[in-house]
C-alpha cells in the first residue's frame, strides 16, 4: 500500500474543459519562496564540476508558511548524471516528496526508476494520462523516443512511485499547480515537432499534448512557470497559466523552450510575446537552441540567465 499522499488539494473544483475560460479556474494560493536547483541540463555551465547531459531535471524547493516541499520536474535521460549532481548541490534525494514529469520523451524520463530507488520510499509521480504511449520520429530513422519499458508504469509502481495521472490543472501544494493540459491558442506555436503515435495500426501525428508544466505563485512577485520542453509553445503556457489561475502578473520563467528547430519568425514572434509580458526573469535551457538564447539574452538583458546543471534561482516575496 502506498503512503498517504502529500498533495494538499488533488483536485479543482471544477473539471477542466477548455472552454468557460470566463473564470479562474483553480484558487492557487501563494508561496513565500521557491528555489530552484538544477540537477541536469545538456550544458554543465563554464568551468562547472556538474555533469551536462542531453535532458534537464530540476528540484522546486518550495516554502508556503510552515510547509516546504520539494518536487522534482523531470528525470533526464539517465538517474547518474542526476544523482551526481545532486550530491555536488548537497541534495538528499530521499528529501523529494514528489515527481512531476512535464512529458513523455526519454530525456525526461529516462532517469525515473533510477531517481525513484534513490528516493526510497513511495511518493506521487505525476504526469498526463497519455504519458506511456509509444511516440515515434521518422527522422533521421525510425525511434521510439518516448518513455521506455524499464520506466513503464510496473516499473514505476514497483520502486514506490504512487502514479497521478491528470490532465486538469490540479494543486501540487499551496501556491503549485500543474498547468493541466495546455490549451494551444498562438497560431505560431502550432506546429509539432513532427511525432508520431501508432493508433489502431495507423501512423498518427502527434502534438504532444501531454506537455505539462508547474506554475509557482510568488506572494508578491506573481507567477512563476517551470517547464521541461514547452512542447505546448512557451507563450501557450504563459497565457493558459494566468488564464487558469486568473493572476495577471508573470514573474518569470524557467526551463527548456524547444526553440532548437524553429524558424527566426517563430522565435522573433515569441520573444516579442515573453517581452510585452515585462518578465522580471527569463532562465532558458535544455533545448532553447542557440539562436533563440541569444535572441533572448539581448532582448531580456540581465533578466535573461542562462540554465545549466549547477544552477541555482532563489526567488522570495
Ligand atoms: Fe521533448
Ligand atoms: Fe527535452
Same mark, same amino acid.
Given at each position: 500500500?502506498?503512503?498517504? #499522499? ?11 474543459? !477548455? ?32 555533469? !551536462?547531459?542531453? !535532458? ?37 534525494? #530521499? ?82 499547480? #500543474? ?76 526551463? !527548456? ?39 533572448? #539574452? ?20
Amino acid at each position: 500500500m502506498f503512503a498517504a #499522499s502529500p498533495i494538499k488539494k488533488p483536485l479543482p473544483g471544477r473539471i477542466w474543459d !477548455g472552454d468557460d475560460m470566463s473564470k479562474p479556474l483553480i484558487d492557487m494560493g501563494e508561496v513565500d519562496a521557491l528555489r530552484i536547483y538544477s540537477l541536469l541540463d545538456d550544458y554543465s555551465g563554464y568551468e562547472s564540476p556538474f555533469l !551536462g547531459h542531453h !535532458g534537464i531535471s530540476l528540484l522546486l524547493d518550495v516554502v508556503a508558511g510552515d510547509e516546504n516541499r520539494r518536487i522534482l520536474l523531470d528525470a533526464g535521460q539517465s538517474a547518474d548524471p542526476i544523482l551526481y549532481n545532486a550530491k555536488l548541490h548537497n541534495i538528499d534525494m #530521499s528529501s523529494i516528496d514528489m515527481i512531476f514529469i512535464s512529458h513523455c520523451h526519454y530525456d525526461h524520463t529516462g532517469g525515473l526508476v533510477g531517481v525513484l530507488k534513490e528516493i526510497g520510499r513511495e511518493i506521487p509521480v505525476v504526469a498526463h494520462p497519455t504519458i506511456f504511449r509509444e511516440n515515434y520520429i521518422f527522422e533521421p530513422h525510425l525511434r521510439n523516443i518516448g518513455i521506455t519499458r524499464e520506466n513503464g508504469r510496473e516499473a514505476i509502481t514497483e520502486n514506490g512511485g504512487q502514479l497521478v495521472l491528470l490532465d486538469e490543472p490540479f494543486h501540487l501544494m499551496e501556491g503549485v499547480i #500543474s498547468t493541466g493540459e495546455v490549451n494551444r491558442a498562438t497560431d505560431f506555436e502550432r506546429q509539432g515537432i513532427g511525432t508520431y503515435n501508432i493508433e489502431d495500426g495507423r501512423i498518427v501525428p502527434d502534438r504532444l499534448m501531454d506537455d505539462m508544466s508547474i506554475v509557482v505563485n510568488i506572494k508578491g512577485k506573481g507567477l512563476f512557470i517551470v517547464s521541461g520542453c514547452s512542447h505546448a509553445g512557451i507563450v501557450n503556457i504563459v497565457r493558459h497559466a494566468v488564464k487558469i489561475t486568473g493572476v495577471e502578473k508573470v514573474y518569470g520563467l524557467a526551463g !527548456g523552450l524547444h526553440l532548437i528547430k524553429a524558424d527566426d519568425e517563430r522565435i522573433d514572434k515569441t520573444v516579442e510575446a515573453l517581452k510585452e509580458m515585462n518578465l522580471k526573469l527569463v532562465a532558458a535551457g535544455h533545448c532553447t537552441g542557440l539562436k533563440a538564447l541569444s535572441r533572448l #539574452s539581448t532582448v531580456f538583458e540581465e533578466k535573461f540567465e542562462l540554465l545549466h546543471s549547477g544552477k541555482v534561482i532563489s526567488i522570495s516575496g
